[in-house]
């Protein structure tokens, strides 16, 4: 089992920065694909952006391509998100996620990602 916690959302003007982080327990996350998903009010659940599992690799929804960057510290077990110049159509519950994922990378379907944090939420005015 892996336990997923975020943190670091919060309020935040239009094209201001914050990072969020997810710290896992209870497995080591070095063979899992991390991914950051968001969920806005009213909406579907959308992909934002993956990472592999060794960090040589990611992949950007297109709505946040150049303004967000997703990393890991192995060491640290913790993922995180890097969200500049950030919009009011960012506001949403961002939401961590795990899939068993080693050797070549290919970003894997939302299906696929077996543990779910329970989310921060983070709201851009404008």
């Known amino acids: 089992q892996v336990q997923l916690v975020e943190s670091g959302g919060g309020l935040v003007q239009a094209g201001g920065s914050l990072r969020l982080s997810c710290a896992a327990s209870?497995?080591?996350?070095?063979?899992?694909?991390m991914a950051w998903f968001r969920q806005a009010p009213g909406k579907e659940r959308e992909f934002v952006a993956s990472?592999?599992?060794?960090?040589?690799?990611?992949f950007y929804a297109d709505s946040v391509k150049g303004r967000f960057t997703i990393s890991r510290d192995n060491a640290k077990n913790t993922v995180y998100l890097r969200m500049n110049s950030l919009k009011p159509e960012d506001t949403a519950v961002y939401y961590c996620?795990?899939?068993?994922?080693?050797?070549?990378?290919?970003?894997?379907?939302?299906?696929?990602?077996?543990?779910w944090g329970q989310g921060t939420k983070v709201t851009v005015s404008s």
């Open positions: 996620a795990a899939a068993p994922r080693s050797g070549s990378w290919s970003p894997p379907p939302e299906n696929e990602y077996d543990y």
């Open positions: 209870g497995r080591t996350l070095s063979t899992y694909a």
């Open positions: 990472i592999s599992w060794s960090g040589g690799s990611t």
